[in-house]
């Protein structure tokens, strides 16, 4: 190697700014806190609208699917409850009963991207009302969702 080519590495070593550990880590929870509260969108374009007070979260739910057609209500909206944890990146289980009978609830995690951008990563069931014990078997559907935080305020 050249006398200049290591000339740049060790200026390119004194330079760099050496952050301690602990700052990062108290950095990261201050840049990237989740905010339940707000306009959530997943990838199939049905929005959350919800409100965290506490560990208790209220909303309302539009699906961009449904079952059945008709089976999520005229407006495909539904009320919202569910409940949240603390911390930068907390845990959430959201529940709706649809119009027809029907419930999902979505479990998850909300994360913060590199970029600050905010997700939630849930996993969702939706309960289909069965006419009897023998219908039971395909009532129940699972799936994944992923949310994006949008910038629309509440
Ligand atoms: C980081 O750690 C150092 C040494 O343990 C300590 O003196 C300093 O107060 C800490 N800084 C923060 C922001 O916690
Ligand atoms: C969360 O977002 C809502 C709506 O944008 C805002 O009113 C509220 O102050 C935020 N909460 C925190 C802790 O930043």
Redesign the pocket.
Same mark, same amino acid.
């Given at each position: 190697m050249s006398s200049l080519m290591w000339y740049l590495l060790f200026v390119t070593l004194i330079t760099s700014p050496t952050v301690p550990a602990n700052e990062s880590s108290t950095q990261d929870v201050k840049v990237g806190a989740c *905010?339940i509260?707000?306009v959530w969108r997943n990838e199939l374009g049905s929005t959350m609208r919800v409100k965290a007070e506490g560990s208790e979260v209220r909303g309302v739910y539009q699906t961009a699917v449904e079952s059945m057609s008709g089976a999520a209500g005229l407006d495909r909206t539904a009320q919202i409850l569910g409940i949240v944890g603390d911390g930068a990146q907390p845990t959430v289980s959201l529940s709706v009963l649809w119009e027809k009978g029907s419930c999902s609830a979505w479990v998850g995690q909300c994360f913060i991207l590199g970029d600050g951008a905010q997700v939630l990563k849930t996993f969702w069931m939706l309960r289909s009302v069965a006419d009897n014990l023998a219908g039971d078997w395909g009532s129940t559907r699972l799936g994944e969702d992923l949310f994006f935080k949008t910038s629309i305020? *509440?």
């Open positions: *905010n509260t707000g305020s *509440n």
